[in-house]
């Protein structure tokens, strides 16, 4: 049997889960689960009502640095704070299967992707150039940043699982306001991405929040009582966070916030 989940971050409208549906629909025809998942997130990815790759969210400074991984049980890639490239979770991908690395960031990344064969590209739109205007009021009024009730996230995420075997994508252009520089959790194995023993998680969700929880890895650890520990979590969180993912053959979603979210599967 073959699954697959696609999440559109924590904070992102209901009304969108059809989309990802469809999203979901088209990836699960792909021969392999890694396949499926890169393909979901580069769909999003191109999607400007989602916060990755075109439609990402612009740092303070006004650029644009994006973080994406990948994972399959016993290997992993990221890029982090990556410019200038349409498709960042193909870059995590090639980071993986075409370098001696798991993880590239910087400028170090984007060349990577050149001499990969990624054209220069500008990921920026005009919601992500108002949204900056949002952010830079909210960071002038609170040094902190506080995020909860401020902005929304709307990362990207993609978990299958093909007849047991398991893959998981994730882009993100970050949560806002940020500084230049700033790295949240999608590129960091344990915090927003997971695949191991037939357990495969995606998160979204303050990056930071995420980070210091080792949420996906908090979430492996008690995967017998799976339910019941992202209660606690939820109920002891005052940021938005979201998961998607399998627990074996068992697909799963949970969220404090609306998060939309899209499922396939054939059997
Ligand atoms: N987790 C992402 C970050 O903090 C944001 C999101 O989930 O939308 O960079």
Known sequence: MRQIIL???????????????????????????LDAVVAAVKYLEDDLNFN??????????????MDA??????????????????????????????????????DGATKFAFENGHPRYDPSTERARKRLEESRVIAKNDKRFLYPGTQSVDTVGAVANFDGKIAAALSTGGSSPMMRGRVGDTPILGSGILVRDGFGIAATGIGEEIIRRQLSFDLYCARDRLEAEWKSIASNSPFALGVVGFNGKEPFVYANKSMAHGYAKLD
Do not use: W
């Open 52 to 65: 990755a790759g075109t439609g990402s969210v612009m740092r303070l400074d006004g650029s644009i640095q």
């Open 7 to 33: 999440h559109g971050g924590v904070g992102s409208s209901d009304e969108l889960s059809p989309l990802l549906n469809k999203y979901a629909s088209f990836s699960i025809n792909y021969g392999d689960p």
């Open 69 to 106: 991984s990948v994972m399959v049980d016993g290997n992993f890639g990221s890029v982090i704070n990556i410019e200038s490239v349409k498709n960042p979770v193909q870059v995590a991908r090639e980071v993986m299967e075409k370098s001696p690395h798991v993880m590239l960031c910087g």
